[in-house]
């Protein structure tokens, strides 16, 4: 009876153990689209994203409908924006287009939010037959995107703030 549920027990760990490694060893994660809320107006976070993305040409930019697109970008990153420490194969078999989505919110004091969401259509191309095919972003140029659209409302806030602390003291 003891070997039985030493045997048990062990077959059991052994299975936990492997299950642990299969579902870490699995793809990595992406995501669809990257979301961020920043605290200010509409226009100056709309401002601040035409800020942040002036390194990319842009196809739409309508402020009443709350859509920036850029138009297609060769490569997996803009070499203007990004510089990939490591060399990328055959950059030319990649493109994609950048998307931004606005939306107004309010929080429950009434003081203004924005929430942006940034999709990413990253294509890769197969062959001549395929064509070009959907390929998952790691995410990093949206996160860098986003983190820059934050900075920039945060200078700009500081740039105010000091400002009119200049025309307080004259």
């Given amino acids: 009876m003891v070997r039985f549920s030493f045997f048990f ?3 059991a760990s052994f299975a936990v153990i492997l299950g642990g490694m299969v579902g870490c060893a699995s793809t990595p994660k992406t995501e669809l689209f990257y979301t961020r809320v920043y605290e200010g107006t509409y226009d100056d976070v709309w401002l601040a994203s035409l800020k942040a993305v002036n390194d990319y040409p842009l196809k739409v ?5 709350g859509k920036i697109i850029s138009e297609l970008v060769n490569g997996p990153y803009n070499d203007l924006f990004l510089t990939v420490a490591e060399p990328i194969d ?10 931004f989505n606005f939306a107004k919110l309010q929080t429950e004091d009434n003081r203004p939010l924005v929430r ?5 259509d990253l294509e890769q ?14 995410g990093l140029e949206e996160k860098l995107l986003l ?4 900075h920039i409302l945060q200078m700009e806030t500081q740039l105010t703030r ?3 602390k200049a ?3 004259k």
């Fill in 61 to 65: 930019s309508n402020k009443d409908s």
């Fill in 9 to 11: 027990y062990g077959c």
């Fill in 147 to 150: 983190y820059r659209i934050g």
């Fill in 90 to 99: 055959l950059p030319e078999k990649y493109r994609y287009s950048i998307k």
């Fill in 125 to 138: 191309f197969h062959d001549f037959y395929t064509g070009w095919l959907p390929s998952p972003s790691d």
């Fill in 162 to 164: 000091e400002l009119e």
């Fill in 116 to 120: 942006i969401r940034l999709i990413k």
């Fill in 167 to 169: 025309s307080e003291a």
